[in-house]
């Protein structure tokens, strides 16, 4: 079973900088892309930024310019740095893995931008 553990979330500043990490217990070569996903309370989940095994990304328009999702291989880690956090990026973050047609899900950690 496919176990994804996220990292580096909490309460931040508007303005401010997170870093997120996930990580895979088992070789990220194995899945087709990873990305990262989140959930604002009362809204569906959306996508933020994908990396496939190619190390092509694709980022949410949302995140655009702030926002950049990364991988190293050797760690079994992807990470999305984030910048210029404002409230409305708020939510529980998710880490996603894709092999073939199946989703793993990491428990997901929380971002609160607030002054």
């Known amino acids: 079973q496919v176990q994804l553990v996220e990292s580096g979330g909490g309460l931040v500043q508007p303005g401010g900088s997170l870093r997120l990490s996930c990580a895979a217990s088992?070789?990220?070569?194995?899945?087709?892309?990873m990305g990262w996903y989140r959930q604002a309370p009362g809204k569906q989940r959306e996508l933020v930024a994908s990396i496939n095994v190619g190390g092509r990304t694709n980022h949410a328009d949302s995140g655009k310019g702030r926002f950049t999702i990364s991988r190293d291989n050797a760690k079994n880690t992807v990470w999305l740095q984030m910048n210029s956090l404002s409230p409305e990026d708020t939510a529980v973050y998710y880490c996603n893995a894709q092999i073939l047609w199946v989703n793993y899900w990491g428990q997901g950690t929380q971002v609160t931008v607030s002054s």
């Open positions: 088992e070789n990220i070569f194995n899945f087709n892309s």
